[in-house]
């Protein structure tokens, strides 16, 4: 399994070779989540009427992720170990599709000098903060952790 590359091939074919090897090696449990995420992947597809982009795929796959963690919890919750850790696996098979997420201190960074230079500062700065980094840093970057680093700096 390999990290999609957008030089490379669409989202759509780097997952369909990697199901395929999935399938060759026998192994199941990558099989029926790629299976997964090629629906989806698929389903974005035709609600949009186009190929899927990266920012959208990187979407999808942190979709996916948040869904396996939330079913993990709560099959942990109900002591259900053995299908919270599937789960849990299910998702570190997801992250490999995932870009090299940017480090909390450069968005931290990158939220300072944004600030800095538009004169920004507490919870009314938080939104014109958002909408910059999240176009700065697109897929790198999750927007929970963009809105917990605005209102640390921001101090909202």
């Not at 098979?93 to 920004?120: M, T, V």
């Amino acid at each position: 399994m390999r990290a999609y590359n957008p030089l490379m091939a669409t989202p759509q074919e780097t997952v369909e070779s990697d199901l395929r090897a999935a399938l060759k090696a026998g192994d199941k449990e990558k099989l029926a989540t790629l299976r997964l995420l090629l629906a989806d992947l698929k389903n974005e597809r035709i609600w949009r009427g186009s190929e899927v982009d990266a920012d959208a795929f990187a979407g999808l796959v942190r979709k996916a992720i948040k869904q396996r963690g939330e079913a993990a919890e709560q099959f942990r919750a109900g002591g259900r170990l053995e299908l919270a850790e599937k789960e849990e696996r299910e998702a570190a098979i997801l992250e490999a599709y995932l870009p090299r997420q940017a480090g909390e201190a450069e968005i931290r960074a990158a939220i300072a000098a944004f600030a800095a230079a538009e004169g920004l500062s507490g919870p009314k700065g938080i939104g014109p903060v958002m909408r910059a980094m999240l176009a700065r840093f697109g897929a790198t970057a999750d927007g929970a952790t963009i809105n917990r680093l605005a209102r640390e700096v921001l101090g909202g």
